[in-house]
């Protein structure tokens, strides 16, 4: 299939870096609640990329839950290719994409488990399926079946149905904690502009702009 001819326009009328907060936390805060109130799909959904020990890399879809100063947070199985491949290498990008706004935005740092205090918080927020759900699941592994995951899942909610779901060991956060963050916004006749903050020693950030 040739898809030469398939291109889309980029209308907005462009970034500079008067326009951009010198924290990029707040700057991702601010463009993240614009991207909620385009009501895009699922803005808080990013490609998660890590490489382990085979040097291959692998990238998936996961769900922003937490962000601050202190890094973007995700939450998994700790048994997972992702959590393997982070144990191997705790390094990861991520990559919010949110092209209804013709905008994205490219973060790169290291990784490590959030306290469990912190991942119980979450997981009692979570609505009982999707408790019941972080058991079930050997994320990762080879499953026969769909029927079979269904079974062990009835199977969980009727153990479970009086009391509460116990927090699983096995399950948590992590963060990303960030030592370069792109601003990316399209520009017209692919004259985007992009815009990097890079983490220094003192912990302050520097902005640069980089070519499309």
């Known amino acids: 299939m040739d898809l030469t001819s398939l291109r889309a326009k980029y209308t907005t009328k462009g970034l500079d870096i ?3 907060n010198q ?3 707040m700057q991702f805060e601010t463009w993240f609640n614009e991207a909620i109130n385009a009501k895009l799909t699922e ?3 990013f490609s998660l990329a890590t490489v382990g020990s085979d040097m291959m890399p692998s990238i998936r879809t996961v769900l922003l839950k937490i962000f601050d100063e202190k ?3 995700f939450f998994t ?3 997972s290719t992702k959590a393997k491949q982070i144990e191997e290498n705790p390094k990861a990008a991520a990559l919010f994409a949110w092209l209804d706004l013709e905008r994205q935005v490219k973060i790169e740092g290291s990784i490590e488990k959030i306290s469990s205090t912190e991942s119980l918080k979450y997981f009692l927020s979570r609505p009982k399926g999707s408790q019941i ?3 079930v699941s050997h994320q990762s592994e080879v ?3 769909r029927s079979l995951l269904e079974q062990k899942f009835d199977e969980i909610k009727k153990k479970f149905l009086k009391g509460e779901v116990p927090f699983p060991s096995f399950w948590g956060g992590y963060a990303i904690k960030p030592i370069r963050i792109e ?3 399209g520009g017209q006749d692919r004259l985007h502009d992009r815009f990097l903050y890079e983490l220094q020693k003192d912990n302050t950030w520097t902005i640069s702009r980089l070519a499309p």
Request: proline fraction near 8%; charged fraction near 15%.
């Open 143 to 145: 499953i026969t079946s």
């Open 71 to 73: 890094g973007f947070v």
């Open 77 to 79: 199985n700790y048994k």
């Open 18 to 20: 008067k326009d951009l």
């Open 43 to 45: 803005p808080n959904a």
């Open 23 to 25: 924290d990029p936390f």
């Open 183 to 185: 601003f990316w916004q």
């Open 133 to 135: 759900g972080a058991w």
